[in-house]
Each structure stands twice: as structure tokens, then as C-alpha cells.
């Protein structure tokens, strides 16, 4: 119960952190970034309770308690003489069959870990990439998917105002009427990239 709890909690805290960069997330019905914080709240609760629910593994004492056989066995096959038995010391153990230390996996910040998966996964792309055509494609699916990783910097509007900072427009489906640079054109991750959308009432 607790894995699940962690794994559900990291899902929705990693579509609460797209959210909050991109300012919503239409499909997840995110319209904000204030709701985006929320959800990314929910998500550290929900994987902090699945932390605490999950089992606590024992450490292992197999290899130690091997060592400690191996040493009673040598010791007792060796013939001692009674003068020299106060000498006989029984030898330590290497430092090699010290039992491990396990280091539980939810020791580390969920916020952290996300972050850093988003993060990286645009930083080992193999840069420059040829920009994607996403023209006629949805905008709120192409900005999340397609075009995620890439400098995305405005998205105008017939009238001239940026879809992606006005709340008021989750009325409408925005579709990628045209995009600049031109699709293919080689682009580097600070490239901005800059859309021209139509709109359809739901």
C-alpha cells in the first residue's frame, strides 16, 4: 500500500510541476498555477503517507553471521596448548563483512526528485534538435508533449493576446494554426519558439 501511495503521489506531483511551468494543464483540468500548487501540496502528503505506510526492511545478517561460523570453526580446529591458551585471541572480523546499510528509497525529497527527472530529460536531449511541425495539432497537448523540452515563449491569440497567460481561455480548444521558427529549422533549448492559434468554442 505504501509503494503504491509514493508512486501515485510522484505522478501527480510531476503533472502538478508541468502545470505550474506551463501556467495549466487542460486535460488534468489545471487552469491555474495557484491550482497547480495545490496539487503538487496533495501529491508531498500523499507520498509522505506512503512512506510512512511502507514496511521497514530488516538489515541483512547473512554475511556477518557467516564470517562469525567460519571463525568459530577455525578457532576450534586448532590444537591450543594449555600453557599458550590465555594468548589465544580469537581474530576480528574484515572490515569487508561488516553487514550493508540499506538507505530506504523514500529518504529522499519527492519535490527534489521530480524536479530533477523533468530537468534532465530536456537537458540529455541531443541538442540542437530540429524543430517538431506541430501545425493543426492541439495546443494545449503540443505544449505539454511535443514541443515540452523546447523554449516555448508566447502563443498569440487572432485578437493578439498570449493564450498562455490569459485564464479566461480555457473556453475555448486552441488549435496551432502557425509556428515560427519553420518546422526543421535547427533549434538549441534557449530558442524561443513562438505559435499562432485558432480557437473553437467546446
Not at 508512486?7 to 491555474?32: K, N, Q, T, Y
Not at 561460523?69 to 599458550?84: D, I, W, Y
Not at 503540443?142 to 485564464?167: E, I, K, Q, R
Request: aromatic residues 4%; proline residues 9%.
Amino acid at each position: 500500500m505504501g509503494g503504491f501511495l509514493i508512486s501515485v503521489g510522484l505522478i501527480i506531483f510531476g503533472c502538478g510541476l508541468i502545470a505550474l511551468i506551463r501556467g495549466r494543464m487542460e486535460w488534468a483540468r489545471i487552469r491555474s498555477r495557484k491550482a497547480a500548487g495545490l496539487i503538487i501540496g496533495g501529491a508531498i502528503v500523499i507520498t509522505g503517507v506512503g512512506g510512512a505506510l511502507s514496511p521497514v526492511r530488516d538489515t541483512p545478517t547473512h554475511a556477518s553471521d557467516a564470517a562469525t561460523a567460519a571463525t568459530t570453526t577455525t578457532t576450534s580446529a586448532t590444537p591450543v596448548s594449555p600453557s599458550t591458551s590465555s594468548q589465544v585471541s580469537t581474530p576480528a572480523l574484515p572490515p569487508s563483512s561488516a553487514a550493508p546499510v540499506l538507505i530506504s528509497p523514500t529518504s529522499a525529497s519527492p519535490a527534489t526528485t521530480a524536479e530533477l527527472t523533468a530537468n534532465e530529460v530536456c537537458d540529455r536531449e541531443p541538442w540542437p534538435l530540429q524543430l517538431p511541425d506541430v501545425q493543426g495539432l492541439d495546443f494545449n497537448t503540443a505544449s505539454t508533449d511535443t514541443l515540452f523540452c523546447f523554449n516555448l515563449t508566447v502563443a498569440t491569440a487572432p485578437d493578439g493576446h498570449d493564450v498562455m497567460n490569459d485564464p479566461a481561455n480555457s473556453t475555448y480548444e486552441w488549435f496551432i494554426s502557425n509556428e515560427s521558427p519553420q518546422p526543421g529549422t535547427p533549434m538549441d533549448r534557449s530558442t524561443p519558439v513562438t505559435l499562432q492559434l485558432r480557437r473553437e468554442s467546446h
